[in-house]
């Protein structure tokens, strides 16, 4: 079955932190690389974070020294540490395969969770 769960999302100050986590199943996290991405409102989806099987990372610029991705192979998740958060942070978070995990004609993404951060 595929799956992908995201949670942890929330309403911060700015400033704050916020972790998130992901469960994904087998078939979209196996040996693949896994990203963070996010959606603004009125905004395209864009990847935030990605990290490799043995556990090499990139962040986008604007995140860079902020997040932190990890994830643990034997429990298939992912996770995103979010420190210094700031309003343009605002999105619904979501993770998946990079590039993302293909079911049809469509890419398949979960619920995503969501973040707004307050000034």
């Known amino acids: 079955q595929v799956q992908l769960v995201e949670s942890g999302g929330g309403l911060v100050q700015a400033g704050g932190s916020l972790r998130l986590s992901c469960a994904a199943s087998g078939s979209i996290f196996n040996s693949n690389t896994m990203g963070w991405y996010r959606q603004a409102p009125g905004k395209q989806r864009e990847l935030v974070a990605t990290?490799?099987?043995?556990?090499?990372?990139n962040y986008a610029v604007d995140v860079k020294g902020r997040f932190t991705i990890s994830r643990d192979n034997a429990r298939n998740t992912v996770k995103l540490q979010m420190n210094s958060l700031k309003p343009e942070d605002t999105a619904v978070y979501y993770c998946?395969?990079?590039?993302?995990?293909?079911?049809?004609?469509?890419?398949?993404w979960g619920q995503g969770t969501r973040v707004t951060v307050s000034s």
């Open positions: 998946n395969r990079m590039p993302p995990y293909r079911r049809g004609e469509y890419d398949y």
């Open positions: 990290i490799t099987s043995g556990g090499s990372t």
